[in-house]
T-cell receptor, first 114, second 115 residues
Framework: KAGVTQTPRYLIKTRGQQVTLSCSPISGHRSVSWYQQTPGQGLQFLFEYFSETQRNKGNFPGRFSGRQFSNSRSEMNVSTLELGDSALYLC?????????????FGEGSRLTVL | AQSVTQLDSHVSVSEGTPVLLRCNYSSSYSPSLFWYVQHPNKGLQLLLKYTSAATLVKGINGFEAEFKKSETSFHLTKPSAHMSDAAEYFCVVTTSSSNDYKLSFGAGTTVTVRA
């Protein structure tokens, strides 16, 4: 079956702009979670959506937001971009949720902020 | 508080020799523990997980890990490294309490395999 699909794979933005990233989970998975990966901070959990509800969130400012649609596809939005937002953004889908089950990751969206 | 410490940022081994990646954790609750692998420009892939069943866990590609509660460790091993094992490895801990959970990643260990 198809894996987790993230779009776009690469994008370049300038400071102050906003960006929306998309994640299509594995069919049947109700949980989608998002992560930021940078050389300095490593992998950090952003938030998880389960059946369209935000179930948990990490320690990121309100500029980072997300949502999940009825078909389980999820979007993540970052507003007022800063240079430090440059990162690989990974999403993962799960049948049971982040805390109890196996995570299937997409290949990520690499964001560069100039 | 919860944390994960991967004791080696980089490990270099010769092909055919054993690999050991060390992970220590701290947690106030009974944890679930995972090892993930990330190849360049790819997402993470689950190698194995411990969820309070057998303490010795076997995963994919010949990897295994042993949960030692007394040492708060979950070290990953493979008896014989292959060139395709060159990647970054992450130890992950999750704990659940009531209606909440906490997820923590280790900083990662980069494995280099010499021919």
């Amino acid at each position: 079956k198809a894996g987790v699909t993230q779009t776009p794979r690469y994008l370049i933005k300038t400071r102050g702009q906003q960006v929306t990233l998309s994640c299509s989970p594995i069919s049947g998975h109700r949980s989608v979670s998002w992560y930021q990966q940078t050389p300095g901070q490593g992998l950090q959990f952003l938030f998880e959506y389960f059946s369209e509800t935000q179930r948990n969130k990490g320690n990121f400012p309100g500029r980072f937001s997300g949502r999940q649609f009825s078909n389980s596809r999820s979007e993540m939005n970052v507003s007022t971009l800063e240079l430090g937002d440059s990162a690989l953004y990974l999403c993962a889908s799960s049948l049971e949720g982040v805390d109890t089950g196996e995570l299937f990751f997409g290949e990520g969206s690499r964001l560069t902020v100039l | 508080a919860q944390s994960v410490t991967q004791l080696d940022s980089h490990v270099s081994v010769s092909e055919g020799t054993p690999v050991l990646l060390r992970c220590n954790y701290s947690s106030s609750y009974s944890p679930s523990l995972f090892w993930y692998v990330q190849h360049p420009n790819k997402g993470l892939q689950l190698l194995l997980k411990y969820t309070s069943a057998a303490t010795l866990v076997k995963g994919i590609n010949g990897f295994e890990a042993e949960f030692k509660k007394s040492e708060t460790s979950f070290h990953l091993t493979k008896p014989s490294a292959h060139m395709s094992d060159a990647a970054e490895y992450f130890c992950v801990v999750t704990t659940s309490s009531s209606n909440d959970y906490k997820l923590s990643f280790g900083a990662g260990t980069t494995v280099t395999v010499r021919a």
